[in-house]
């Protein structure tokens, strides 16, 4: 079993029937694939968007995703690990987000190109999803002890700690929010701005929330949160420089 529990680890396990455990984390992490779900359900119907292939396309991106943060986990921390057994225990935490980002993206982009549908639409209405359903699960991270801040005698403290997970979470929904705004509004914008603005916005905040991280400093004391988070915001500044620059406002072709 990973073992970025600590002594701050509150309640790992919501209910116990009989042998049964139902793990905090596992079920936060349940309920925000389903709110993310609908979220994207109901934009989609808004959208006009085929809605045939949804369920499949989440669940699928999910698996894809909870892989990808459990793989990148135990290669940044094999020494956390005592066997497959212990690598296979997802539902105890350790997972890195930016690895189940960037996969559970590109199986969803798998899927929609074989689909053809309009992928960039899609990701307009996915990362509003993405980012409702990221917030509830960061609730399972701070119940279950996982990704904790640093130790603090603060009032806003949790548990001794900086309540990280509940910054991101109510960043995640921010960002989630104006995105929603942006959507909304009857001014048509380039296929797929929103979906950058969305990653780049949420990047920003997870920088700035990550110096508050209880992680080792890295490189140019920075944490590895904040190497993908910086990563990430860059790419997307570029993508969306250069959308403006061609589409000059003209809404873009959906590839």
Request: proline share 2%.
């Amino acid at each position: 079993m990973a073992d970025n529990e600590n002594e701050e680890t509150m309640y790992p396990v919501l209910l116990s029937i009989g042998r049964v455990n139902i793990y905090t984390h596992g079920l936060m992490i349940a309920l925000g694939a389903a709110i993310g779900g609908a979220v994207v359900y109901y934009l989609a119907k808004r959208r006009n968007l085929n809605t045939s292939t949804l369920f499949d396309t989440i669940v699928y991106s999910l698996l894809g995703g909870l892989v990808g943060a459990r793989i990148l986990y135990i290669i940044l921390y094999p020494h956390q690990f005592n066997g497959i057994l212990d690598m296979l225990a997802i539902w105890y935490g350790g997972l890195v987000s930016f690895g189940g980002i960037a996969i559970g993206l590109f199986i969803a982009w798998l899927i929609l190109k074989s689909k053809n549908e309009p992928v960039y639409k899609w990701f307009d209405i996915g990362i509003i999803g993405l980012l409702a359903g990221w917030a509830v699960g960061r609730i399972g991270c701070l119940l279950n002890g996982d990704s904790v801040g640093i130790v603090s005698l603060s009032k806003i403290a949790v548990w001794g700690r900086i309540p990280t997970q509940i910054f991101e979470s109510i960043w995640s929904l921010a960002v989630a929010g104006i995105c929603f705004w942006l959507l909304m509004k009857k001014k048509t914008l380039p296929s797929g701005l929103i979906f950058w603005l969305g990653l780049g916005g949420y990047a920003f905040g997870r920088f700035i929330i990550d110096f508050f991280r209880d992680e080792n400093k890295i490189f140019l004391s920075l944490r590895l949160g904040q190497i993908g988070s910086l990563s990430l915001f860059i790419l997307a500044f570029i993508v969306i420089f250069f959308m403006m620059r061609t589409e000059k406002g003209s809404q873009n072709g959906d590839y």
